[in-house]
Protein backbone atom coordinates (compact mmCIF):
# COMPACT_ATOMS: atom_id res chain seq x y z
CA UNK A 1 0.00 0.00 0.00
CA UNK A 2 2.55 2.49 1.00
CA UNK A 3 4.68 1.74 -1.90
CA UNK A 4 1.70 1.97 -4.32
CA UNK A 5 0.58 5.66 -3.00
CA UNK A 6 4.36 6.81 -3.20
CA UNK A 7 4.76 5.74 -6.87
CA UNK A 8 1.58 8.21 -7.11
CA UNK A 9 2.25 10.84 -5.52
CA UNK A 10 5.49 10.57 -7.67
CA UNK A 11 3.82 10.14 -10.69
CA UNK A 12 1.42 13.32 -10.02
CA UNK A 13 4.53 15.52 -9.59
CA UNK A 14 5.68 14.00 -12.65
CA UNK A 15 2.26 15.03 -13.93
CA UNK A 16 2.82 19.25 -12.43
CA UNK A 17 6.39 19.47 -13.61
CA UNK A 18 5.62 18.53 -16.63
CA UNK A 19 2.89 21.50 -16.84
CA UNK A 20 6.17 23.64 -15.55
CA UNK A 21 8.09 22.45 -18.40
CA UNK A 22 5.39 23.63 -20.61
CA UNK A 23 5.07 27.49 -18.61
CA UNK A 24 8.70 28.13 -18.79
CA UNK A 25 9.32 27.67 -22.92
CA UNK A 26 6.22 30.24 -22.62
CA UNK A 27 7.25 32.67 -25.51
CA UNK A 28 5.15 35.75 -23.92
CA UNK A 29 8.52 38.06 -23.56
CA UNK A 30 10.08 37.37 -26.56
CA UNK A 31 9.41 40.62 -28.32
CA UNK A 32 10.61 43.79 -26.88
CA UNK A 33 9.81 47.53 -27.83
CA UNK A 34 11.09 50.67 -25.83
CA UNK A 35 13.56 53.52 -26.18
CA UNK A 36 13.52 55.59 -29.36
CA UNK A 37 12.01 53.09 -31.83
CA UNK A 38 14.11 50.25 -30.32
CA UNK A 39 13.15 46.67 -30.36
CA UNK A 40 14.04 43.04 -30.08
CA UNK A 41 12.93 39.61 -31.26
CA UNK A 42 14.40 36.74 -28.84
CA UNK A 43 12.33 34.43 -31.22
CA UNK A 44 15.43 32.53 -33.26
CA UNK A 45 17.27 32.11 -29.68
CA UNK A 46 19.66 35.46 -30.37
CA UNK A 47 18.19 38.83 -30.01
CA UNK A 48 17.43 40.40 -33.09
CA UNK A 49 16.90 44.18 -33.68
CA UNK A 50 13.66 45.33 -34.65
CA UNK A 51 13.35 48.69 -36.44
CA UNK A 52 9.39 48.98 -37.00
CA UNK A 53 8.39 50.07 -33.68
CA UNK A 54 6.22 53.14 -33.34
CA UNK A 55 6.93 53.75 -29.29
CA UNK A 56 9.07 56.54 -28.46
CA UNK A 57 9.64 57.36 -24.73
CA UNK A 58 12.18 57.88 -22.12
CA UNK A 59 11.34 55.51 -19.57
CA UNK A 60 8.75 52.39 -18.74
CA UNK A 61 7.28 49.78 -21.58
CA UNK A 62 5.56 46.50 -21.64
CA UNK A 63 5.21 44.31 -24.12
CA UNK A 64 2.53 41.06 -25.05
CA UNK A 65 3.24 38.26 -27.34
CA UNK A 66 0.70 35.17 -27.32
CA UNK A 67 2.24 31.75 -26.16
CA UNK A 68 4.30 30.98 -29.65
CA UNK A 69 6.21 34.29 -29.64
CA UNK A 70 3.88 36.28 -31.56
CA UNK A 71 3.63 39.85 -31.08
CA UNK A 72 -0.07 41.14 -30.22
CA UNK A 73 0.53 44.56 -29.06
CA UNK A 74 2.61 47.08 -26.81
CA UNK A 75 2.73 49.75 -24.60
CA UNK A 76 4.04 53.18 -23.09
CA UNK A 77 1.86 53.32 -20.18
CA UNK A 78 -0.52 55.96 -21.62
CA UNK A 79 -0.88 54.65 -25.23
CA UNK A 80 -1.22 50.81 -27.23
CA UNK A 81 0.04 49.98 -30.34
CA UNK A 82 -1.22 46.74 -31.88
CA UNK A 83 1.19 43.93 -33.79
CA UNK A 84 0.96 46.35 -37.04
CA UNK A 85 2.45 48.79 -34.87
CA UNK A 86 -0.77 51.35 -34.99
CA UNK A 87 -2.56 53.31 -31.86
CA UNK A 88 -5.55 50.75 -30.72
CA UNK A 89 -9.01 52.36 -31.05
CA UNK A 90 -9.50 54.30 -27.70
CA UNK A 91 -6.59 53.28 -26.14
CA UNK A 92 -4.84 56.20 -25.12
CA UNK A 93 -5.07 58.62 -21.77
CA UNK A 94 -4.21 55.04 -19.70
CA UNK A 95 -2.49 56.80 -16.61
CA UNK A 96 1.03 56.01 -17.43
CA UNK A 97 3.43 58.58 -18.08
CA UNK A 98 6.74 58.54 -20.27
CA UNK A 99 8.66 59.56 -17.49
CA UNK A 100 7.71 56.93 -14.84
CA UNK A 101 10.48 53.62 -14.31
CA UNK A 102 7.96 51.32 -14.85
CA UNK A 103 5.30 53.25 -16.40
CA UNK A 104 3.21 49.38 -17.14
CA UNK A 105 2.91 45.80 -17.09
CA UNK A 106 0.45 43.38 -19.07
CA UNK A 107 -1.00 40.16 -17.30
CA UNK A 108 -3.34 37.42 -19.09
CA UNK A 109 -6.00 36.94 -17.13
CA UNK A 110 -6.07 33.24 -15.90
CA UNK A 111 -8.22 30.82 -18.65
CA UNK A 112 -9.05 33.38 -21.31
CA UNK A 113 -6.27 33.61 -23.70
CA UNK A 114 -8.09 36.36 -25.15
CA UNK A 115 -8.11 39.14 -22.57
CA UNK A 116 -5.32 40.94 -21.06
CA UNK A 117 -5.24 43.70 -18.18
CA UNK A 118 -2.84 46.59 -18.44
CA UNK A 119 -2.02 48.22 -15.01
CA UNK A 120 -0.12 51.44 -14.86
CA UNK A 121 1.49 53.89 -12.77
CA UNK A 122 1.71 58.00 -12.81
CA UNK A 123 4.93 59.40 -12.80
CA UNK A 124 7.01 60.52 -9.34
CA UNK A 125 3.55 59.92 -7.06
CA UNK A 126 1.47 62.04 -9.80
CA UNK A 127 -2.40 61.74 -9.43
CA UNK A 128 -3.19 58.93 -11.70
CA UNK A 129 -2.10 56.51 -9.25
CA UNK A 130 -2.03 52.87 -10.09
CA UNK A 131 -4.98 51.76 -12.80
CA UNK A 132 -5.71 49.07 -15.10
CA UNK A 133 -7.46 48.55 -18.06
CA UNK A 134 -8.91 45.58 -20.41
CA UNK A 135 -8.06 44.59 -23.56
CA UNK A 136 -9.86 42.06 -26.13
CA UNK A 137 -7.97 40.59 -28.47
CA UNK A 138 -11.03 39.53 -30.46
CA UNK A 139 -12.05 42.95 -31.08
CA UNK A 140 -11.16 44.95 -34.23
CA UNK A 141 -10.71 41.55 -36.68
CA UNK A 142 -8.05 40.03 -33.84
CA UNK A 143 -6.38 42.99 -33.55
CA UNK A 144 -7.71 43.85 -30.27
CA UNK A 145 -9.43 46.77 -28.48
CA UNK A 146 -10.03 48.61 -25.22
CA UNK A 147 -13.43 47.29 -23.13
CA UNK A 148 -12.73 49.58 -20.47
CA UNK A 149 -9.99 51.75 -19.22
CA UNK A 150 -9.12 54.07 -16.02
CA UNK A 151 -10.02 51.99 -13.10
CA UNK A 152 -8.12 53.54 -10.10
CA UNK A 153 -6.69 50.92 -7.71
CA UNK A 154 -4.44 53.22 -5.73
CA UNK A 155 -4.31 57.52 -5.53
CA UNK A 156 -0.89 58.04 -5.42
CA UNK A 157 2.12 55.36 -6.00
CA UNK A 158 5.62 55.10 -6.31
CA UNK A 159 7.19 54.26 -10.10
CA UNK A 160 7.99 50.73 -9.15
CA UNK A 161 5.35 48.19 -10.29
CA UNK A 162 6.34 44.32 -10.43
CA UNK A 163 4.41 40.92 -10.88
CA UNK A 164 4.50 37.40 -10.56
CA UNK A 165 2.98 34.20 -10.38
CA UNK A 166 0.43 33.01 -7.59
CA UNK A 167 1.86 29.68 -6.19
CA UNK A 168 -1.54 27.71 -7.70
CA UNK A 169 0.81 28.59 -10.66
CA UNK A 170 -1.89 30.09 -12.52
CA UNK A 171 -3.46 33.35 -10.65
CA UNK A 172 -0.77 36.30 -10.45
CA UNK A 173 -0.23 39.27 -8.42
CA UNK A 174 0.43 42.66 -9.28
CA UNK A 175 2.54 44.35 -6.63
CA UNK A 176 2.72 48.47 -6.18
CA UNK A 177 3.76 50.67 -3.49
CA UNK A 178 1.95 53.46 -2.32
CA UNK A 179 3.91 57.11 -1.59
CA UNK A 180 3.99 58.67 2.09
CA UNK A 181 3.64 55.65 3.94
CA UNK A 182 5.61 52.29 3.82
CA UNK A 183 2.55 50.19 2.58
CA UNK A 184 2.82 47.23 -0.49
CA UNK A 185 -0.29 46.50 -2.30
CA UNK A 186 -0.63 43.33 -3.75
CA UNK A 187 -3.56 42.74 -6.02
CA UNK A 188 -4.57 39.13 -6.93
CA UNK A 189 -5.25 38.01 -10.87
CA UNK A 190 -7.85 35.54 -11.45
CA UNK A 191 -10.34 33.52 -13.63
CA UNK A 192 -12.68 36.35 -12.61
CA UNK A 193 -10.56 39.40 -12.93
CA UNK A 194 -8.78 41.79 -10.62
CA UNK A 195 -9.23 41.95 -6.88
CA UNK A 196 -9.55 45.43 -6.06
CA UNK A 197 -8.88 45.17 -2.60
CA UNK A 198 -5.17 44.69 -2.34
CA UNK A 199 -3.64 42.81 0.40
CA UNK A 200 -1.47 45.18 2.42
CA UNK A 201 2.35 45.10 3.82
CA UNK A 202 3.56 48.13 5.87
CA UNK A 203 7.13 47.27 5.93
CA UNK A 204 10.50 48.69 4.69
CA UNK A 205 10.81 52.15 4.48
CA UNK A 206 8.41 55.00 3.43
CA UNK A 207 8.85 55.92 -0.20
CA UNK A 208 8.18 59.78 -0.76
CA UNK A 209 6.35 61.47 -4.06
CA UNK A 210 8.66 63.22 -6.67
CA UNK A 211 12.77 61.72 -7.46
CA UNK A 212 11.76 59.20 -3.58
CA UNK A 213 9.60 57.46 -6.30
CA UNK A 214 11.88 56.51 -9.27
CA UNK A 215 13.53 53.14 -9.49
CA UNK A 216 12.63 49.64 -10.50
CA UNK A 217 11.11 46.78 -8.30
CA UNK A 218 11.67 43.40 -9.24
CA UNK A 219 10.31 39.48 -8.03
CA UNK A 220 12.52 36.80 -8.31
CA UNK A 221 12.38 33.89 -10.42
CA UNK A 222 11.14 31.48 -7.53
CA UNK A 223 8.47 34.20 -6.57
CA UNK A 224 10.60 34.30 -3.54
CA UNK A 225 11.86 37.29 -3.20
CA UNK A 226 10.78 41.05 -3.59
CA UNK A 227 13.72 43.58 -4.26
CA UNK A 228 13.63 47.59 -5.30
CA UNK A 229 15.58 50.36 -5.91
CA UNK A 230 15.18 54.06 -4.07
CA UNK A 231 17.14 56.39 -6.23
CA UNK A 232 16.81 59.67 -4.43
CA UNK A 233 17.72 57.74 -0.95
CA UNK A 234 20.80 55.69 -2.40
CA UNK A 235 19.20 52.56 -0.71
CA UNK A 236 17.98 49.18 -1.92
CA UNK A 237 15.81 47.12 -0.43
CA UNK A 238 15.03 43.46 -0.16
CA UNK A 239 11.84 41.84 1.03
CA UNK A 240 10.72 38.25 1.68
CA UNK A 241 7.49 37.11 -0.59
CA UNK A 242 4.41 34.73 0.14
CA UNK A 243 3.23 34.37 -3.34
CA UNK A 244 0.51 32.36 -1.46
CA UNK A 245 -0.90 35.43 0.38
CA UNK A 246 0.14 38.10 -1.33
CA UNK A 247 2.58 39.70 1.90
CA UNK A 248 5.87 40.88 2.21
CA UNK A 249 7.78 40.74 5.35
CA UNK A 250 11.38 40.68 6.29
CA UNK A 251 12.78 44.15 5.29
CA UNK A 252 16.68 44.25 4.58
CA UNK A 253 17.73 47.78 3.83
CA UNK A 254 21.12 48.33 1.93
CA UNK A 255 21.97 52.02 2.14
CA UNK A 256 25.49 53.17 0.81
CA UNK A 257 27.09 55.43 -1.20
CA UNK A 258 28.05 53.23 -4.06
CA UNK A 259 24.31 52.74 -4.51
CA UNK A 260 23.74 56.65 -5.61
CA UNK A 261 20.85 56.87 -7.53
CA UNK A 262 20.43 53.34 -7.81
CA UNK A 263 17.69 52.58 -11.10
CA UNK A 264 17.63 49.07 -12.67
CA UNK A 265 17.00 45.82 -10.42
CA UNK A 266 17.38 42.53 -11.36
CA UNK A 267 17.23 38.89 -10.04
CA UNK A 268 19.51 36.17 -11.94
CA UNK A 269 18.12 33.07 -12.81
CA UNK A 270 19.58 30.76 -10.44
CA UNK A 271 17.85 32.95 -7.46
CA UNK A 272 21.20 33.37 -6.05
CA UNK A 273 22.34 37.16 -6.91
CA UNK A 274 20.92 40.64 -7.09
CA UNK A 275 22.16 43.22 -9.80
CA UNK A 276 21.75 47.00 -9.31
CA UNK A 277 22.64 49.85 -12.10
CA UNK A 278 24.29 52.95 -10.27
CA UNK A 279 25.11 56.49 -11.64
CA UNK A 280 28.72 57.59 -10.11
CA UNK A 281 29.72 60.94 -11.40
CA UNK A 282 29.81 60.95 -15.41
CA UNK A 283 29.95 57.42 -15.16
CA UNK A 284 27.16 54.14 -14.37
CA UNK A 285 28.65 51.36 -12.20
CA UNK A 286 26.49 47.80 -11.89
CA UNK A 287 26.94 46.50 -8.85
CA UNK A 288 26.03 42.63 -8.16
CA UNK A 289 25.42 41.19 -4.53
CA UNK A 290 24.93 37.73 -3.25
CA UNK A 291 21.45 36.82 -1.77
CA UNK A 292 22.15 33.09 -1.19
CA UNK A 293 23.75 33.29 2.19
CA UNK A 294 22.51 34.56 5.34
CA UNK A 295 19.57 36.27 4.93
CA UNK A 296 20.74 39.93 6.53
CA UNK A 297 21.68 43.00 5.77
CA UNK A 298 25.54 42.69 6.63
CA UNK A 299 25.67 39.71 5.11
CA UNK A 300 24.17 40.94 1.38
CA UNK A 301 26.32 44.24 2.12
CA UNK A 302 29.17 42.38 2.55
CA UNK A 303 29.23 40.36 -0.96
CA UNK A 304 29.12 43.25 -3.10
CA UNK A 305 31.29 43.25 -5.99
CA UNK A 306 31.37 46.33 -8.81
CA UNK A 307 31.20 44.28 -11.88
CA UNK A 308 31.73 46.98 -14.35
CA UNK A 309 31.26 50.89 -15.31
CA UNK A 310 29.64 52.37 -18.83
CA UNK A 311 31.82 55.41 -19.28
CA UNK A 312 30.07 58.37 -20.27
CA UNK A 313 26.55 57.18 -19.80
CA UNK A 314 23.71 56.73 -17.25
CA UNK A 315 22.11 53.56 -17.31
CA UNK A 316 18.80 52.45 -16.32
CA UNK A 317 16.65 49.75 -16.39
CA UNK A 318 17.63 46.12 -16.36
CA UNK A 319 16.13 42.95 -17.77
CA UNK A 320 16.17 39.23 -17.58
CA UNK A 321 16.12 38.06 -20.88
CA UNK A 322 14.73 34.38 -22.68
CA UNK A 323 18.05 33.73 -23.32
CA UNK A 324 18.89 33.84 -19.81
CA UNK A 325 21.36 37.28 -20.30
CA UNK A 326 20.10 40.46 -18.28
CA UNK A 327 20.30 43.36 -20.63
CA UNK A 328 20.86 46.75 -19.97
CA UNK A 329 19.31 49.79 -20.95
CA UNK A 330 21.78 52.87 -21.79
CA UNK A 331 20.36 56.38 -22.34
CA UNK A 332 20.72 57.72 -25.66
CA UNK A 333 22.69 54.98 -26.99
CA UNK A 334 22.45 52.76 -30.14
CA UNK A 335 23.25 49.75 -27.62
CA UNK A 336 22.28 48.15 -24.06
CA UNK A 337 24.97 46.81 -21.89
CA UNK A 338 24.61 42.73 -20.78
CA UNK A 339 25.63 40.54 -18.36
CA UNK A 340 26.22 37.63 -20.35
CA UNK A 341 26.60 34.69 -17.35
CA UNK A 342 24.20 36.67 -14.61
CA UNK A 343 24.70 32.65 -12.55
CA UNK A 344 28.13 33.29 -12.25
CA UNK A 345 29.63 35.66 -9.32
CA UNK A 346 31.88 38.48 -9.65
CA UNK A 347 33.80 38.87 -13.02
CA UNK A 348 32.88 35.60 -14.14
CA UNK A 349 29.23 37.63 -14.90
CA UNK A 350 30.65 38.78 -17.86
CA UNK A 351 29.62 42.41 -18.41
CA UNK A 352 29.80 43.91 -21.67
CA UNK A 353 28.77 47.97 -21.33
CA UNK A 354 27.70 47.62 -25.07
CA UNK A 355 27.19 43.89 -25.88
CA UNK A 356 24.02 44.62 -27.73
CA UNK A 357 23.59 47.10 -31.11
CA UNK A 358 19.95 47.77 -31.54
CA UNK A 359 20.46 47.93 -35.53
CA UNK A 360 20.44 51.75 -35.43
CA UNK A 361 18.16 53.15 -33.00
CA UNK A 362 18.28 54.54 -29.67
CA UNK A 363 18.08 52.95 -26.11
CA UNK A 364 16.77 55.55 -23.49
CA UNK A 365 16.62 54.43 -19.51
CA UNK A 366 13.68 51.63 -20.12
CA UNK A 367 13.19 48.44 -21.23
CA UNK A 368 9.67 46.23 -21.02
CA UNK A 369 8.49 45.41 -17.62
CA UNK A 370 7.32 41.62 -17.83
CA UNK A 371 5.41 39.61 -14.88
CA UNK A 372 7.92 36.66 -13.74
CA UNK A 373 6.09 33.94 -14.99
CA UNK A 374 8.11 31.34 -14.38
CA UNK A 375 6.32 28.15 -12.96
CA UNK A 376 7.37 27.51 -8.92
CA UNK A 377 5.75 24.14 -8.50
CA UNK A 378 6.87 24.13 -4.33
CA UNK A 379 5.56 27.50 -3.78
CA UNK A 380 2.44 26.09 -2.10
CA UNK A 381 2.03 22.86 -3.62
CA UNK A 382 3.82 20.91 -0.85
CA UNK A 383 2.59 17.17 -0.75
CA UNK A 384 2.38 15.09 2.02
CA UNK A 385 3.12 10.93 1.16
CA UNK A 386 2.00 8.62 4.25
CA UNK A 387 1.03 5.38 4.39
CA UNK A 388 -3.15 4.52 5.49
CA UNK A 389 -1.52 1.33 7.52
CA UNK A 390 1.61 -0.07 9.11
CA UNK A 391 2.29 -3.56 10.57
CA UNK A 392 4.52 -2.94 13.77
CA UNK A 393 5.83 -6.64 13.89
CA UNK A 394 9.02 -6.72 13.78
CA UNK A 395 9.01 -8.45 10.73
CA UNK A 396 11.47 -6.08 9.15
CA UNK A 397 8.34 -4.78 6.71
CA UNK A 398 6.31 -1.54 7.17
CA UNK A 399 7.35 -1.94 10.59
CA UNK A 400 7.21 2.12 11.23
CA UNK A 401 5.03 4.74 10.65
CA UNK A 402 6.29 7.43 8.01
CA UNK A 403 5.58 10.51 6.81
CA UNK A 404 6.99 12.68 4.52
CA UNK A 405 6.52 15.89 2.69
CA UNK A 406 7.39 16.71 -0.80
CA UNK A 407 8.90 20.04 -1.72
CA UNK A 408 8.24 20.81 2.02
CA UNK A 409 9.99 20.91 5.52
CA UNK A 410 8.52 18.62 8.46
CA UNK A 411 8.07 20.96 11.95
CA UNK A 412 6.03 18.05 13.68
CA UNK A 413 3.95 15.07 13.70
CA UNK A 414 1.46 14.00 16.61
CA UNK A 415 -0.13 11.07 16.39
CA UNK A 416 -3.61 10.46 18.70
CA UNK A 417 -6.01 7.21 19.79
CA UNK A 418 -9.71 7.24 19.25
CA UNK A 419 -10.44 9.09 22.51
CA UNK A 420 -7.82 11.94 22.06
CA UNK A 421 -5.00 10.75 24.12
CA UNK A 422 -1.66 11.66 22.31
CA UNK A 423 0.73 8.83 21.66
CA UNK A 424 3.30 10.01 20.05
CA UNK A 425 5.40 13.09 19.11
CA UNK A 426 8.34 13.83 16.79
CA UNK A 427 9.64 17.70 16.35
CA UNK A 428 13.14 16.22 14.42
CA UNK A 429 11.88 16.63 10.67
CA UNK A 430 12.14 12.61 10.11
CA UNK A 431 9.55 11.12 12.07
CA UNK A 432 9.70 6.95 12.11
CA UNK A 433 6.63 6.15 14.82
CA UNK A 434 7.52 2.40 15.94
CA UNK A 435 3.34 1.64 17.08
CA UNK A 436 4.55 2.61 20.84
CA UNK A 437 3.41 4.31 23.52
CA UNK A 438 5.79 4.41 26.70
CA UNK A 439 7.17 1.48 25.18
CA UNK A 440 4.12 -0.66 25.20
CA UNK A 441 2.27 -1.78 21.72
CA UNK A 442 -0.31 0.22 21.03
CA UNK A 443 -3.59 -1.70 20.03
CA UNK A 444 -4.73 -2.64 16.54
CA UNK A 445 -6.67 0.59 15.49
CA UNK A 446 -7.16 3.82 13.95
CA UNK A 447 -5.00 6.78 15.26
CA UNK A 448 -5.58 10.12 13.62
CA UNK A 449 -2.13 12.26 12.99
CA UNK A 450 -1.48 16.07 12.87
CA UNK A 451 1.48 16.72 10.67
CA UNK A 452 2.70 20.46 10.38
CA UNK A 453 5.07 21.64 7.70
CA UNK A 454 6.19 24.48 6.00
CA UNK A 455 7.03 24.80 2.18
CA UNK A 456 10.32 25.44 0.83
CA UNK A 457 9.57 28.49 -0.28
CA UNK A 458 8.42 30.55 2.67
CA UNK A 459 7.86 30.36 6.64
CA UNK A 460 4.51 29.92 6.77
CA UNK A 461 3.46 26.50 8.92
CA UNK A 462 0.59 24.65 7.08
CA UNK A 463 -1.14 21.51 8.97
CA UNK A 464 -2.34 17.86 7.39
CA UNK A 465 -4.57 15.98 9.44
CA UNK A 466 -4.85 12.19 8.36
CA UNK A 467 -5.49 8.83 9.66
CA UNK A 468 -3.46 5.30 9.76
CA UNK A 469 -3.90 1.56 10.84
CA UNK A 470 -2.01 -0.42 12.73
CA UNK A 471 -2.59 -4.35 12.07
CA UNK A 472 -0.10 -6.29 13.22
Known amino acids: ?31 WYFGTNAGLDFNSGTPAPLTDGALQTLEGTATMCDESGELL ?39 NPDRYFLFSVDAKGGPGGLQYAVVDMTLNEGLGGIVSKNHV ?133 IFQLDISGTYSAASVMQSQVLTGSIPNSISGAMQLAPDGKIYIAVEGQ ?28 KSQRGLPNFMVSAFNPSACFARTLAPDIFTPNNDGINDTFQVSVVDG ?19 SGNPHWDGKFNGANCSNDVYTYVLKFKTSENERIQEYRGSVIIAR
Open 153 to 285: LLARVSEKLTALRHCNNTDFWVIAHETDNNSFRSFLITRDGVSETGVESATGMIHRQYLNSIGYMKASQNGAMIALALYNDAALEIFRFDSESGVLSGSINLSSPNFYNAYGIEFSPDNKHLYVSTEYETSSR
Open 409 to 427: IIVQLDIFNRWGNQVYRDS
Open 334 to 361: DHLGVINHPDRKGDGAGFDPAGLYLGGR
Open 1 to 31: MKIARRILALLLLVSVHGTGVIAQVSKRENI
Open 73 to 111: FYTDGSTIWNRYHEPMPDAFGLGGNASTSQAAIIIPQPE
